[in-house]
């Protein structure tokens, strides 16, 4: 539904993907609605201290809002939490992996293209942070649903250059082709990189299965680091940039892995 079919007042539940400073008081948001696609939205007054919406505008927080529509951004007159991050705080890796899943969504989504099943896999995904057993597991499902959503899944049966069926075997993927590599047309792609057996059923289950058959899952490690390295060069390349996040996420394991031998070290 696009601005000019809405009603000058409506109501909608929303995530918060991100918050900006606007003048003295203020704050743009960016949201993503399950009808009304992303959506900016002006805040007056919510960074003040007395404030009645700016505690329930934090990023990744679900919430009801009342919006009217402005000349060039539409204005929250109400706000409502109904799911909020309070179980993520005081664990910066797992609120920085919900940083990442709404960036993805902002750069993916374009405004006011209603997909409701985006809205979906981020609510749920974020619900799920909390508890999930392994949040690299978590993202890697997150990256390939959304792919899919969005219409960029990679190919993951056949070969992406010939059409052949993919063999049970090493394969390679090329982000440039579009998914995965024969063995015999890897020799033409020279930026492709080899895909284990093991990757390319993870990524097919992931592609079509729900989210509690994904958090079941145990993924060693190896394989976790692979996962994790082809799907972020494939959103590099549909996104022609990296994703903000990564690099903070990358920074935060770094430091994660130095804590964990170090205390090793000492035991």
């Not at 750069?107 to 896999?121: K, V, W």
């Not at 059409?163 to 075997?169: D, Q, R, T």
């Not at 996420?249 to 070290?265: K, N, T, V």
Request: glycine share 6%.
């Amino acid at each position: 539904m696009t601005s000019a079919e809405r009603p000058r007042l409506y109501s909608t539940e929303a995530i918060v993907l991100r918050q900006t400073p606007m003048g003295e008081a203020d704050r743009l948001l960016t949201l993503y609605t399950p009808h009304y696609g992303k959506v900016r939205a002006m805040a007056k007054g919510a960074r003040r201290v007395k404030s009645r919406l700016g505690g329930h505008l934090e990023p990744l927080t679900r919430v009801r809002v009342l919006l009217a529509q402005g000349t060039t951004f539409a204005v929250v007159s109400q706000a409502e939490t109904l799911g909020n991050t309070l179980a993520l705080r005081g664990d910066l890796w797992r609120m920085t992996c919900g940083f990442y899943m709404a960036e993805l969504v902002d750069r993916f989504a374009q405004e006011e293209q209603e997909n409701g099943a985006l809205y979906r896999l981020l609510e749920e995904s974020v619900a799920a942070l909390a508890e999930a057993p392994d949040p690299d597991t978590l993202l890697r499902f997150f990256e390939t649903r959304l792919l899919a959503l969005m219409g960029f899944l990679p190919e993951l049966h056949q070969c992406a250059s010939c059409g052949m069926a993919l063999a049970p075997v090493t394969n390679s993927f090329s982000p440039a082709v579009g998914g995965a590599l024969c063995p015999a047309c890897r020799a033409q792609q020279a930026l492709a990189r080899p895909m284990t057996l093991q990757a390319l059923k993870v990524l097919r289950l992931f592609s079509g299965c729900a989210l509690e058959a994904a958090l079941a899952l145990r993924v060693p490690e190896p394989l976790a680091v692979e996962l994790e390295h082809l799907l972020r060069q494939y959103i590099r390349y549909v996104l022609e940039r990296d994703v903000r996040s990564t690099e903070f996420l990358d920074m935060l394991r770094r430091e994660m892995r130095e804590d964990a031998f170090l205390a090793q070290q000492r035991a």
